[in-house]
């Protein structure tokens, strides 16, 4: 079974310890007030997570599979009678179990009570993201290629959806104050 291998639980333990870290150090500080000041909306919370999710994941799996491929450290690929399990797979797996959370109403914020689960869920959707893009030129060409030319546009395909992230949690407001403008200057809002 693969979560018997030690090297199956190295990533999950590393991305949630420096998730819990970086949530140890916003709680009881200044940065907890300007954490709810700037991300007091619900969704605009979540995309802020699902954004730290996806960016603490990328390092360390990146950092990882460079590890395993080189031979440095302790780490190895997780493989089951004899074949390599992507970390693809997890992600997959990852992302079937938030959307099925999602749909159930589980972390969609629609309670306050549940809003914990919410913020967890938010998270594992941005890890299982990383999980999945990493590997994202295995999928589109059928075929593994994360260390040749074509394993490029795993990188390209991160850094597309890290975009789209970004401008969830920045760019909300500047595009509702957009939306604003353009339907206050519709002719139909013109008085003659």
């Known amino acids: ?21 970086l949530v140890a150090l916003v709680r009881g500080t200044r940065l907890r007030d300007i954490y709810k000041e700037q ?3 619900s969704r605009r919370e979540r995309l ?3 954004s730290v999710g996806f960016f603490v994941a990328v390092a360390v799996i990146r950092g990882l599979t460079i590890a395993i491929h080189n031979d440095i450290g302790p780490f190895h690929n ?15 797996l990852l992302l079937l179990l938030v959307g099925y959370s999602w749909l159930v109403q589980i972390g969609t914020g629609s309670e306050k009570s549940w809003r914990w689960a919410g913020r967890l869920t938010s998270m594992l959707y941005g890890v299982a993201a990383a999980l999945t893009l990493d590997e994202f030129a295995l999928w589109l060409n059928l075929s593994d290629v994360y260390w040749q030319r074509e394993g490029r546009e795993s990188y390209e395909a ?13 760019g909300g407001p500047f ?13 139909r809002n013109v008085v003659h």
Do not use: C, D, Y
């Open 78 to 92: 997780v493989e089951m009678r004899g074949r390599h399990i992507h970390h693809m797979v997890w992600g997959i």
């Open 158 to 170: 991160m850094a597309l959806f890290a975009g789209v992230l970004a401008m969830g949690v920045f």
């Open 1 to 21: 079974m693969p979560w018997t291998h030690r090297s199956f639980w190295v990533a999950p333990l590393i991305i949630a310890a420096i998730l819990a870290i």
């Open 39 to 41: 991300l007091g909306e």
């Open 175 to 187: 595009f509702k104050g957009i939306g604003r403008q353009l339907v206050n200057r519709s002719p």
């Open 48 to 50: 802020f997570l699902a």
